[in-house]
C-alpha cells in the first residue's frame, strides 16, 4: 500500500513538474515581451549611467543557450565627454546575447545586425571608451564581443584624438552588386594626416566571429601622400586578422609609412610597390614585392612581426638595378629631379635643385637635414640587400652591392657592406647608436684596387692613368645629421697607389710648365711613369689636416699640406711642386685650394709670381731675350722615398685621429 502511495505521489509530482515546464514554454513563447520595454530602458539606463531607449516594440526569442533579442528603434546615448550624443541610432536591431556568460557579467554577442544606424565612437588616452556598457567606461570587463557584424547601410564617426585619428564613414547596401553589396567612403585624418578612402564589402563582417568564412572587401585609400590599394579577403575585423589581399602601396617616400604603421623604414625616392600581403595574429607578411624605389627596381620579401617586443621587421631585398639618384634620402638629401618624377601617380617631393633655391644662397655640401634617429628605437630589424648592378649615373663606376641592416635596441649596423666600385671594392661597416643623444655613429671603409680611369672617366688625359688604388676611412664621432657628425669626427682618411701610368701633359697643366705644354700640343700627348702617391689626412674633431699628400712621376715630385674643416666646410691647402726636368716658360709657384666645399677657388701663390715677373721685366729692358732666364725651371726636384711614403701614410699620427680611428674600426663584426 505504501508503495503504491509513493508511486501514486512520485506520478503526481512528474505531471505538475510537466505542467510547470509546459507552461514556463508557453509563457516564454507567448510573453507579450514588449510589457518589458520601459522597465528595460530604465534598468539600462541605471546601470550604464546614459539614457537607453527602445523606442518602438521589443521583442524576444529564448534559447536554452542563446536569446535573440529585437528590437524596433534604437537609441543608446553616449557618456556626456563624448562629441557625438549617441553611441548608436537605428530603425531597427537584432542580436543573439549568450545567456551563462551574464552570469559573470561578461555580455557576448555573436550576431548583431543593425538597420541604417548612425554610430559614434571614441576613446580617451586614459581608456575610456565610449563602447564600454559600465558606469566606469575604462573598465575594459564591461565592453560586449560582438562575433558577426551586419549593417544595410548607414554611417560612423571615429574619434581619437590622442591618436590623431578622426574619421567619418558613410555605408551604402546594394544588393545588384554581388558578393560585396555594401560600399562605403571614408574621411577625415588618421594618425593626424588627411585620410580618404573608399571600397566594398560583404555585409556580413567578422569583428571577433571565430570559425566563420573570411568576407572578401576592397580598399582604395590615400593618406597624406601614400596611396594604398587592396583587394582581398579577412576574416576578423576587429583584430585585422586572418588577412589574404594583393596590395598596391605607393608614396613619396617609405619613412612616411612610420607614423601610419608603425614601420620604421629609411627615408627614400618616391615608390611603387606591390605584393602578396598575409597577416596571422600579430605576423604581417608580404610575399612576392616587387616595383620601383625612384629610378630602381625592388623585390623580394618582408616580415614584420608585431608579437615581438620591440617589434622585429625582417626580409631579404634586392634589386637588378640600383640608380645612384635614389641614395640621397638616405643620408638627408632630397631625391633627384630624376627620382622625384620617376613614379607614375605620386606627386613629386621637393627636389635637391628646389631646395638649394629655398635656402638662398647657402652653400653647404653636407647634408644638414637632421636624421630622426628616435624610430630607431620603436623596433628592431634584420634586412639583407643586393644590387646585382649599380647604374653609373653620375659617372661613379659602381658595378653592384650588398648591404646587411640589422637593427636591435636603437643601434643600427650595416655590416656587412660591400659595393663593387671601378673594378675594385669597397667593404666594410657602419653603426649608429641612436640610443645616445647625439647619435654615435662610426664608420670604417677599406677601398681595394680602385682603377682611377675608371673613377674619373670624362677626364681624357686620365683614360690610361694610374694602376690600382687602395685607401680607408675610418671615423667617429656624434651627430644627428651627416653634416652633424662629419663635424664633429675623429679618426683616418687615406688613399694610395703605386707604380702606375699619369698624362703628361695633365702634369704640366699641373706644374703650370708654359714650354712643356706648348711642346706635347704641337707632338702630342705622352705618358710618364708614376712612381707612388699617397693622400692621408688625421681628422680631430672634424678638422681633416693632412700629413701625406705625395704625387711621385719620373717629371715632377708635387707635395700638398694644409687643411679642411668638415664642420664649417671651409679649407686651405698649399701645393708645391719640385720639377726633375729644366724647362723654360715656367711660371712654377705654389698653388693655393682655398674657400669652401660649396665655392672653392684655386690660384698661385701670388709672391713668387709676383717676384719672377718683375725679374723678367727687368731683364726684358735690356734684352727680350734674356726675360726668358726669369722664367727657366733648372729641376731641383728628387725622387720620393716611395717606401717611406706609403709607410707614412698607413697609421695616423696624432693621439685623437688614431683613437677616432680605432673606435670606427669597432663597428665591423668580430670575426
Known amino acids: 500500500m505504501n508503495i503504491l502511495l509513493r508511486r501514486t505521489w512520485a506520478a503526481r509530482l512528474i505531471a505538475a513538474v510537466g505542467v510547470l515546464l509546459i507552461a514556463l514554454v508557453l509563457i516564454v513563447l507567448f510573453f507579450p515581451w514588449d510589457l518589458l520595454r520601459q522597465p528595460v530602458n530604465r534598468y539600462v539606463t541605471e546601470k550604464t549611467g546614459r539614457k537607453f531607449e527602445i523606442t518602438r516594440r521589443l521583442d524576444v526569442k529564448l534559447g536554452w543557450r542563446t536569446a535573440t533579442v529585437r528590437l524596433d528603434g534604437v537609441e543608446f546615448a553616449n557618456p556626456q565627454w563624448?562629441?557625438?550624443?549617441?553611441?548608436?541610432?537605428?530603425?531597427?536591431?537584432?542580436?543573439?546575447?549568450?545567456?551563462?556568460?551574464?552570469?559573470?557579467?561578461?555580455?557576448?554577442?555573436?550576431?548583431?545586425?543593425?538597420?541604417?544606424?548612425?554610430?559614434?565612437?571614441?576613446?580617451?588616452?586614459?581608456?575610456?571608451?565610449?563602447?564600454a556598457l559600465g558606469k566606469d567606461t575604462s573598465d575594459a570587463g564591461t565592453v560586449p564581443t560582438i562575433g558577426l557584424l551586419q549593417i544595410d547601410g548607414g554611417a560612423l564617426d571615429f574619434l581619437a584624438s590622442h591618436l590623431g585619428v578622426d574619421l567619418h564613414a558613410d555605408f551604402t547596401f546594394d544588393t545588384g552588386r554581388g558578393e560585396m553589396p555594401l560600399s562605403y567612403r571614408i574621411k577625415g585624418t588618421y594618425q593626424r594626416q588627411p585620410l580618404m578612402a573608399e571600397g566594398r564589402t560583404g555585409n556580413v563582417m567578422q569583428l571577433t566571429a571565430a570559425g566563420q568564412p573570411p568576407f572578401p572587401i576592397e580598399i582604395t585609400a590615400v593618406a597624406g601622400q601614400t596611396r594604398l590599394k587592396a583587394d582581398g579577403t579577412i576574416a576578423s575585423l576587429a583584430e585585422l586578422d586572418g588577412i589574404d589581399a594583393k596590395v598596391d602601396l605607393r608614396g613619396q617616400s617609405l619613412g612616411d609609412l612610420y607614423p601610419l604603421l608603425g614601420i620604421a623604414l629609411p627615408q627614400t625616392s618616391p615608390y611603387a610597390i606591390s605584393g602578396e600581403l598575409r597577416k596571422r595574429a600579430k605576423l604581417w607578411d608580404v610575399q612576392g614585392l616587387k616595383g620601383k624605389l625612384g629610378l630602381s627596381d625592388i623585390g623580394g620579401n618582408m616580415q614584420f612581426d608585431q608579437g615581438q617586443t620591440p617589434a622585429h621587421l625582417a626580409g631579404d631585398l634586392r634589386s637588378s638595378v640600383m640608380d645612384m639618384d635614389d641614395l640621397g634620402p638616405l643620408i638627408g638629401l632630397p631625391p633627384t629631379a630624376r627620382s622625384a618624377n620617376a613614379v607614375e601617380g605620386v606627386a613629386p617631393p621637393p627636389t635637391v635643385t628646389q631646395v638649394k633655391r629655398a635656402k638662398s644662397g647657402s652653400d653647404k655640401v653636407l647634408p644638414t637635414a637632421t636624421l630622426d634617429f628616435e624610430r630607431l628605437r620603436a623596433m628592431n630589424a634584420d634586412v639583407k640587400y643586393a644590387a646585382a648592378r649599380i647604374r653609373n649615373v653620375r659617372d661613379v663606376p659602381l658595378d653592384n652591392g650588398s648591404i646587411q641592416v640589422k637593427l636591435k635596441d636603437g643601434v643600427l649596423t650595416l655590416d656587412p657592406l660591400s659595393l663593387g666600385v671601378a673594378g675594385g671594392k669597397i667593404a666594410g661597416a657602419v653603426r649608429i647608436d641612436a640610443s645616445q643623444n647625439p647619435a654615435d655613429i662610426r664608420m670604417s671603409l677599406d677601398m681595394r684596387s680602385l682603377q682611377l680611369n675608371r673613377l674619373i672617366p670624362k677626364?681624357?688625359?686620365?683614360?690610361?692613368?694610374?694602376?690600382?688604388?687602395?685607401?680607408?676611412?675610418?671615423?667617429?664621432?656624434?651627430?644627428?645629421?651627416?653634416?652633424?657628425?662629419?663635424?664633429?669626427?675623429?679618426?683616418?682618411?687615406?688613399?694610395?697607389?703605386?707604380?702606375?701610368?699619369?698624362?703628361?701633359?695633365?702634369?704640366?697643366?699641373?706644374?703650370?710648365?708654359?714650354?712643356?705644354?706648348?711642346?706635347?700640343?704641337?707632338?702630342?700627348?705622352?705618358?710618364?711613369?708614376?712612381?707612388c702617391a699617397a693622400l692621408a689626412f688625421d681628422v680631430s674633431k672634424g678638422v681633416m689636416t693632412s700629413r701625406d699628400v705625395v704625387l711621385d712621376t719620373t717629371d715632377t715630385v708635387f707635395h700638398g699640406s694644409g687643411q679642411a674643416n668638415l664642420a664649417d666646410e671651409s679649407m686651405n691647402f698649399v701645393i708645391r711642386q719640385a720639377p726633375k726636368d729644366m724647362s723654360i716658360l715656367s711660371l712654377r709657384t705654389p698653388l693655393l685650394v682655398r674657400g669652401t666645399f660649396g665655392s672653392p677657388s684655386a690660384g698661385v701663390e701670388k709672391g713668387p709670381l709676383i717676384a719672377r715677373?718683375?725679374?723678367?721685366?727687368?731683364?726684358?729692358?735690356?734684352?727680350?731675350?734674356?726675360?726668358?732666364?726669369?722664367?727657366?725651371?733648372?729641376?731641383?726636384?728628387?725622387d720620393a722615398d716611395c717606401g717611406e711614403v706609403l709607410a707614412k701614410s698607413k697609421q695616423p699620427t696624432s693621439g685623437a685621429a688614431a683613437a677616432g680611428a680605432n673606435k670606427a674600426k669597432s663597428a665591423k663584426q668580430t670575426p
Do not use: C, H
Not at 548612425?118 to 571608451?129: C, I, P, T
Not at 687615406?494 to 712643356?516: H, I, P, V, W
Open 82 to 131: 563624448a562629441r557625438d550624443p549617441y553611441l548608436v541610432r537605428t530603425e531597427r536591431a537584432e542580436f543573439d546575447i549568450r545567456l551563462w556568460p551574464l552570469l559573470y557579467r561578461n555580455v557576448v554577442i555573436p550576431r548583431l545586425m543593425l538597420a541604417s544606424p548612425a554610430v559614434g565612437l571614441q576613446m580617451e588616452q586614459d581608456g575610456r571608451r565610449t563602447w
Open 459 to 531: 677626364v681624357e688625359t686620365l683614360r690610361t692613368s694610374f694602376s690600382n688604388l687602395d685607401g680607408r676611412i675610418n671615423l667617429s664621432g656624434r651627430g644627428n645629421s651627416v653634416a652633424g657628425w662629419l663635424g664633429t669626427a675623429s679618426g683616418d682618411v687615406a688613399a694610395l697607389t703605386g707604380r702606375g701610368q699619369f698624362s703628361n701633359l695633365l702634369l704640366e697643366f699641373m706644374g703650370l710648365d708654359g714650354g712643356e705644354i706648348i711642346k706635347f700640343l704641337l707632338g702630342g700627348d705622352n705618358n710618364v711613369t708614376l712612381r
Open 613 to 638: 715677373g718683375i725679374a723678367a721685366l727687368a731683364l726684358g729692358a735690356i734684352n727680350p731675350l734674356l726675360a726668358l732666364a726669369a722664367t727657366i725651371e733648372t729641376g731641383p726636384g728628387v
